[in-house]
């Protein structure tokens, strides 16, 4: 570097002087800034004092159910000072081998999200020689043996046992010793077994006894407790029970009660925790949420007849940080849960969250409107809603109203305009479909009036809405009746007051659709994607409303519907939705003229999802809710859309 001289006759003062550093730091940031915008930063090293967000690809989890999927008969352990979640089944018969694991039960981490074993229910999980265990189950072989040292690598230690497949079994770890008590196999018939095996390693299985003395059964518990193995309850094929087996050899079992005082029951939960055997829920005609305990597997005393958490059945549940646990299950109809409930004494239950949260659902609409993000109406479990929450960090959420004037609905619109919220058309099933016209406004989410009860347009749901000229649009949707069919939109209107709705064209450029989306964006309206009888990636738009323009025919983006999209940074977003593939998709796309797309990621942080809204918000981007083909959700997600760069001016010195 070329040397600086000053001329001796002028004298800089500090205050000078502090001003040329400060304008030579802030140069080299601004500098700082453009390069590593451009070429990105690699965060995983450790000696790099610069960090870069990436717009749309980095996603947060703000508030709502934890983000693993609802599921039961899956199994849990305690391992690595961590509770794990492992496999299991969800709606839409689907078997699972994702794995799941947190710290506290608030935030939870995915370890993978398909692993080496196959997916399954109904297996069991050990933690033996400082690994974790997968065993048998439906779904794969039945009988093969996995086990994992970190829940990311899965190695099998056999693929056929010598035990016969089987699922609904137990397996405790006793005296050195993997156990598996039990179970059902389906072959050519149902099977129920009360056989007893054991193994030091996982690969070779050494019978204890073909026939114990307790009737074969599946959907017991086991635990160990004084030295000894228990069975608790199940069922044989013809009862449900509530008798109790105890053994301190796997050979030799002995009757401490053949009826508890606990209702019979199986698909139950069993946990040692101070000094006490409990029963926690289960099915026997119907879900439990019933708490029993035992010092000693003949008397039992009733910890709560109903406790807080919802009956289930097919739950999990372990001891961690001096609490039991009671993690997802299932409550009958297409519940599949992914809540989790502790107690200190299995008589007062905590639902954990991250906060407080609006309940699941999709086809909901969200705004952002006084300073405040908010969610209206929708359906989700209970049926349609027209309850309305907003929130002002996205991780609170607070309900304005139970019941809003206007009628519960799911695929309507929202819009702000002239300083109000307002709820246009969507769709519910009340002895027979309703597709809706009618147009309401609120000032405070609280109070709703109605605009008109029938505006111009044919109800419909699935359609978009637009503020846009200082006119609010609806473009397209869809409805059905008994003599047209099924009946895909494509045309335009518009209102400036909400009541008197004018017709800007009957037929647009574009094809009929439903379940697109449409954004304001470079004095221009556009459509995007949507589902027509087959699903569309092409993009349009208007500068009036009836002249529409094609900007592509096929965009880069798969093409979906009920996708969402916002506008920020001087681009348009696509983001989720459901795709040709038919996949709930995850993946964040991006462009600045509507023709070339860019993806952002091709798998953000938040589960996959459709009928989920966004908006923009503080400077980021959210996604709220929506469907993932296992739950209704009331997850919040983020993405930081400012490009930051961070560097320690100090570590140049």
């Known amino acids: ?119 399954r229910s109904g297996h069991t999980s050990v933690v033996f020689n400082n690994k974790m265990w997968v065993i048998g189950g439906v779904g794969g072989s039945g009988n093969d043996v996995w086990y994992s040292p970190d829940g990311v690598s899965w190695i099998q230690a056999t693929d056929s046992a010598a035990f016969p497949g089987r699922q609904y079994h137990t397996s405790v770890v006793y005296n ?62 013809y009862y449900y029970k509530n008798d109790v087996w105890y053994s301190t050899d796997g050979v030799s079992w002995s009757l401490a009660t053949a009826s508890a005082a606990f209702p019979a029951r199986h698909g139950h939960t069993s946990v040692v925790y101070n000094n006490k055997m409990w029963v926690i829920g289960g099915f026997s005609g119907g879900s439990r949420n019933d708490v029993w305990y035992s010092t000693d597997g003949v008397s039992w005393s009733e910890a709560t007849a109903s406790a807080a958490f919802p009956a289930r059945s097919g739950h999990t549940s372990v001891v961690f940080n001096n609490k039991m646990w ?42 952002v409107f006084n300073n405040k993000m908010w969610v209206i109406g929708g359906n989700g479990f209970g049926g349609y809603r027209n309850d309305v929450w907003y929130s002002t960090d996205g991780v609170v959420w607070t309900q304005a109203t139970a019941s809003a004037a206007f009628p519960a609905r799911e695929g309507h619109t929202s819009v702000v305009y002239n300083n109000k919220m307002w709820v246009i058309g969507g769709y519910r099933y009340s002895s027979g479909d309703i597709y809706m016209n009618d147009v309401w406004y609120s000032t405070d989410g609280v109070t709703w009036t109605q605009a008109t009860a029938s505006a111009a347009f044919t109800g419909r749901r699935q359609h978009t809405s637009v503020v846009f000229n200082n006119k609010m649009w609806v473009t397209g949707g869809y409805k059905s009746d008994s ?139 959210w996604i709220m809710g929506g469907y993932d083909y296992y739950d209704y959700r009331n997850d919040v997600w983020y993405s930081p859309l400012t490009t930051s760069v961070f560097y320690d001016i100090w570590s140049m010195y």
């Open 176 to 237: 050195n010793k993997m156990w598996v008590i039990g179970g059902y196999l389906y072959s050519g018939g149902p099977i129920y077994m009360n056989d007893v095996w054991y193994s030091t390693d996982g690969i070779v299985w050494t019978q204890a006894t073909a026939s114990a003395a307790f009737r074969a059964r599946h959907g017991h518990t086991s635990v160990v407790y004084n030295n000894k193995m228990w069975v608790i309850g199940g069922y044989d094929g």
């Open 326 to 367: 009671v993690i997802g299950g299932f409550s009958g109809g297409t519940i599949y849960k992914n809540d989790v409930w502790y107690s200190t004494d299995g008589v007062d239950w905590s639902k954990v969250s991250a906060s407080d949260a609006f309940p699941g659902r999709y086809e909901h609409t969200s705004v």
């Open 483 to 621: 003599v047209a069919g099924h009946i895909y939109m494509k045309d335009v209107w518009y209102s400036t007051d909400g009541i008197v709705w004018t017709q800007a064209i009957a037929s647009a450029s574009f094809s009929s659709r439903c379940g697109h989306t449409s954004v304001n964006y470079n004095n221009k309206m556009w459509v995007i994607g949507g589902n027509c009888w087959g699903l569309k990636n092409d993009v349009w738009y208007s500068t009036d409303g009836v002249v529409w323009s094609q900007a592509t025919a096929s965009a880069a983006f798969s093409p979906r519907y009920c996708h969402t999209s916002v506008v920020y940074n001087n681009k348009m977003w696509v983001i989720g939705g459901w795709d040709s593939s038919y996949t709930y998709r995850n993946d964040v796309w991006y462009s600045t003229d509507g023709v070339s797309w860019t993806q952002a990621t091709a798998s953000a942080a938040f589960p996959g999802r459709y009928n989920h809204t966004s908006v923009l918000f503080n400077n980021k981007m």
């Open 1 to 119: 570097m070329g040397k600086i001289e000053f001329n001796s006759s002028y004298h800089f003062n500090s205050l000078t002087l502090k001003t040329i550093l400060a304008m030579l730091i802030f140069s080299l940031c601004f500098s700082l800034l453009s390069v590593y915008a451009q070429v990105g930063v690699d965060e995983n090293n450790k000696n790099n004092n610069v960090r870069l967000e990436s717009e749309g690809a980095d996603w947060y989890y703000a508030s709502g159910d934890l983000p693993f999927p609802g599921r039961y008969e899956h199994t849990s352990v305690v391992f690595n000072n961590k509770m794990w979640v492992i496999g299991g089944y969800s709606s839409g018969a689907n078997y699972r081998n994702d794995v799941w694991y947190s710290t506290d039960g608030v935030s939870w981490t995915k370890s993978t999200a398909s692993d080496a074993f196959p997916a």
